[in-house]
């Protein structure tokens, strides 16, 4: 009788040895657990084991195409120092003229265009609703006020989310993960088409500040009618991504403004000044809605960042508890056979 309470103990603790994993799992019988299957809940744990994989592979994508917003960044910098000086310098030659310049005339507000820059995709934490409820909240006050409103949208969640309610929308643009300076052309020439056609009093531009890879501000700035205190005085800043020991951060650098170029009166040009400064104003305006995508698609990438992080983090304390449910269960079944076995041999006694 010892002899077969022995073969049947070998016999199940053999059912728990290492074996061929495709022949195990199929002799294997399935041990109910709770509401599922020990055989379910291993399935599980491989399943989420792959999905964090997959987050963190896509937080390392985002990271590296934040690293190419930043030179893309930098690489635009000397094109509007450049402007800002050249813009300084036409200023102080004019001496105190009267400027008299469409996109410097500032005219009672009677119509107002709200551009909002949004991502085209999701997996981005609370990038996207953030600006539309700074957009919703701004448009609802200007109406409030009795001005009215349309809207240039630019990204397609934002698109999505404003057609659905009937907003007022006069143009829209997808914002892609590698803004340039063509697809900045075609918003500034809409939003320029719209100032001096009188169509529109003022263009507001709602855009993401980033300033981090954990904080990003949602921003608004009025881009028409310009300031020309504003173009002159007004500083920039860079952004560089840095590692220490895996680690990711960010650093902001505030630069100088840029030194008014130094016209001697003895210059002729050959346009008058006006005209130039005229010239000028439309590249400006392109610099600066080329520089807020660059920033806003900056900040979608980080949001993405964390957002994986944060998927990845709970991705592995999930297997981390589905594996010690899967242990218990496991022991238990174990156990339960051994108590049945012991009994029937008892029994038989």
Not at 55 to 69: F, H, I, N, Y
């Amino acid at each position: 009788m010892r002899f077969l309470v022995t073969a049947a103990l070998l016999a199940v603790v053999s059912a728990f040895t290492t074996q061929q994993p495709g022949l195990a799992h199929r002799t294997r019988q399935a041990t109910v657990v709770y509401d599922g299957k020990a055989n379910a809940i291993r399935d599980r744990i491989k399943n989420v084991k792959n999905t964090g994989k997959i987050t963190k592979a896509m937080k390392l994508v985002a990271a590296a195409k934040v690293r190419r917003a930043q030179d893309a960044v930098l690489a635009t910098r000397p094109f509007s120092e450049t402007l800002q000086s050249v813009f300084g310098g036409l200023i102080q030659r004019l001496d105190g003229e009267a400027v008299d310049l469409p996109l410097l005339t500032q005219r009672e507000v009677k119509k107002v265009t709200l551009t909002v820059i949004t991502g085209d995709r999701g997996l981005c934490g609370g990038y996207n609703s953030f600006m539309i409820k700074k957009a919703e909240a701004r448009f609802a006050q200007l109406k409030k006020s009795g001005v009215d409103v349309d809207m240039v949208l630019v990204g397609n969640k934002g698109i999505k989310y404003f057609q659905r309610r009937n907003y007022p929308i006069r143009k829209t643009f997808p914002t892609g993960q590698n803004p340039s300076a063509k697809q900045a052309l075609a918003i500034s020439d809409e939003l320029l088409n719209t100032f001096l056609s009188g169509e529109s009093d003022a263009v507001e531009l709602f855009y993401t500040k980033f300033e981090s890879l954990i904080s990003s501000s949602p921003s608004v700035r009025t881009l028409v009618p310009f300031s020309a205190s504003d173009i002159t005085q007004k500083a920039d800043e860079v952004f560089q991504l840095t590692s220490d020991h895996g680690a990711f951060g960010v650093t902001r650098e505030e630069l100088d403004v840029a030194a008014p170029q130094e016209f001697p009166n003895d210059m002729i040009f050959e346009q008058d000044p006006l005209q130039i400064v005229n010239s000028i104003l439309p590249l400006y305006l392109n610099g600066q809605i080329l520089r807020c995508l660059q920033e806003s698609v900056a900040s979608e990438l980080a949001a993405r960042m964390q957002s994986m992080q944060s998927a990845s983090d709970n991705a592995s304390q999930l297997a981390k508890s589905l594996t010690l449910e899967y242990n218990r269960a496991r022991q238990a079944a174990v156990t339960q056979e051994i108590l049945e076995i012991v009994s029937g041999a008892s029994a038989l006694e």
